[in-house]
C-alpha cells in the first residue's frame, strides 16, 4: 500500500493507472475510520483495480464554531485497517496542499438540495463538500466513486454535481452501517459521554418509529411527524435541528408519505450533533 500526501505525485499514479487500461474505485474520507468507511471500501476493492482512499479532514466544510479543531483523527490506526480492507493507495495531503495562497475556486450546487436541511444549519457546508470532491475526483480520476447513505443529501449533491459538470464517474451509494443497538456509525460518536450515547439512540428509535407507524397505515406526514418529535423532545439532552420527510431525490418535503419519501433528522446530543436517515415504505434505503 502506497502513501501520497503530494498532488501531483497522487494524480500522476492515477492518470498512469488509467491510461494502463486499469480501473480506479476512489473512497473519500476525513478519516478516524470506523465500519462504515470499511464498507464503502471493500465495495471498492471489487469494483476497481486500484482502490484509493483519500483521508482528508477539510476545512472549507466546516462552519465558524464547529468542530474541525477537535475532529477525531488516527492516521495510524487508519493506516492498519485501510491495508486490512485491501487498499492500494491511500491519498493523505495537506489542507495547504488542498487550498494553497491565492485559492479562490468553489464548486457550488444550487437550490434547495444544498439550501434545505443540513444546508440550512450550515450555509457554507455543501460549497466546502462539493469543491473539495470535486478537486479530489480531479486528482484522483475514479471511474467510480462510493460514499454512504448515512450522509443522504450529501449523496445527492454529489450525484447532482457530477450529473451537472458532466463528470466521468460513476457515483455509487453505499447502505448505512450500525452499531448493533442501532446507531449509525460515525465519527463523530466518540464525543458522546456513556448517558449521552444512550440517549443518541433516539435517532434510529425514531426511524424504527416511523416505519412502524407507516406500516400500521398512517401516510400523513404531518401525524408521523408529531409523534416522532414528541419521542426526541422526551430525552433529557436532546435537541432537534430538523426532522423531516423528504422526496428522496429532490429533497422536497412533502406531505403524504410515498414510496420515494425518505425521514431525515439531526439532533444534538448535548454538544453531539448527529444525522440519521431512512426510507419509509421503501424496505431498501436509497
Ligand atoms: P466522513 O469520513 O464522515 O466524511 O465519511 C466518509 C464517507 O463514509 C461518506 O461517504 C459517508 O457517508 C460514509 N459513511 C460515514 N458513516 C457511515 C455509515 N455509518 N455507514 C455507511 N457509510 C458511512
Same mark, same amino acid.
Given at each position: =500500500? ?11 499514479? @492515477? ?8 480501473? /480506479?474505485?476512489?473512497?473519500?474520507? =476525513? ?5 462504515? *468507511? ?7 476493492? &471489487?469494483?476497481?483495480?486500484? #482502490? ?22 488516527? !492516521? ?11 487498499? %492500494?493507495?491511500? !491519498? ?20 434547495? $438540495? ?6 440550512? @444549519? ?13 478537486? $479530489? ?5 475514479? *471511474?467510480?466513486?462510493? !460514499? ?25 451509494? =453505499? ?7 442501532? $446507531? ?40 408521523? #411527524? ?10 433529557? %439532552?436532546?435537541? /432537534?435541528?430538523?426532522?423531516?420527510? @423528504? *422526496?428522496?431525490?429532490? $429533497? ?5 408519505? %410515498? ?11 448535548? &454538544? ?15
Amino acid at each position: =500500500m502506497e502513501i501520497i500526501s503530494d498532488i501531483t505525485e497522487t494524480q500522476d499514479r @492515477c492518470l498512469a493507472t488509467r491510461a494502463s487500461g486499469q480501473t /480506479i474505485a476512489f473512497v473519500p474520507t =476525513m478519516g478516524f475510520l470506523h465500519d462504515g *468507511h470499511l464498507s464503502l471500501l471493500r465495495e471498492g476493492r &471489487k469494483r476497481g483495480d486500484l #482502490l484509493v482512499l483519500s483521508i482528508f479532514v477539510n476545512p472549507t466544510q466546516f462552519g465558524q464554531g464547529e468542530d474541525l479543531d477537535h475532529y477525531p483523527r488516527d !492516521f495510524e490506526r487508519d493506516e492498519s485497517l485501510a491495508r486490512a480492507a485491501g487498499v %492500494d493507495l491511500i !491519498f493523505y495531503p495537506s489542507a495547504e496542499a488542498i487550498y494553497p495562497a491565492g485559492y479562490a475556486t468553489y464548486v457550488t450546487v444550487e437550490g434547495p $438540495l444544498t439550501t434545505t436541511l443540513e444546508g440550512a @444549519c450550515r450555509p457554507t457546508h455543501f460549497r466546502g463538500v462539493t469543491t473539495v470532491v470535486a478537486k $479530489l475526483f480531479s486528482i484522483v480520476q475514479p *471511474h467510480v466513486a462510493l !460514499f454512504g447513505r448515512k450522509d443522504h443529501q450529501q449523496l445527492a449533491v454529489i450525484r447532482r454535481m457530477s450529473a451537472d459538470l458532466n463528470l466521468p464517474v460513476d457515483i455509487v451509494g =453505499m447502505p448505512i452501517v450500525r452499531e448493533v443497538d442501532g $446507531l449509525a456509525m460515525s465519527s463523530r460518536n466518540v464525543y458522546l459521554s456513556p448517558a449521552e450515547r444512550q440517549q443518541a439512540l433516539v435517532l434510529s428509535q425514531a426511524l424504527d418509529r416511523g416505519r412502524q407507524l407507516v406500516a400500521d397505515g398512517v401516510r400523513e406526514v404531518a401525524e408521523v #411527524l408529531a409523534a416522532l418529535h414528541a419521542m426526541i423532545d422526551a430525552q433529557q %439532552d436532546a435537541r /432537534i435541528d430538523y426532522l423531516l420527510i @423528504c *422526496h428522496q431525490a429532490t $429533497l422536497r418535503e412533502q406531505e403524504r408519505i %410515498d414510496a420515494d419519501s425518505v425521514l431525515l433528522l439531526a439532533v444534538s446530543i448535548g &454538544k453531539t450533533r448527529l444525522i440519521d436517515n431512512g426510507s419509509l415504505l421503501n424496505p431498501q434505503d436509497f
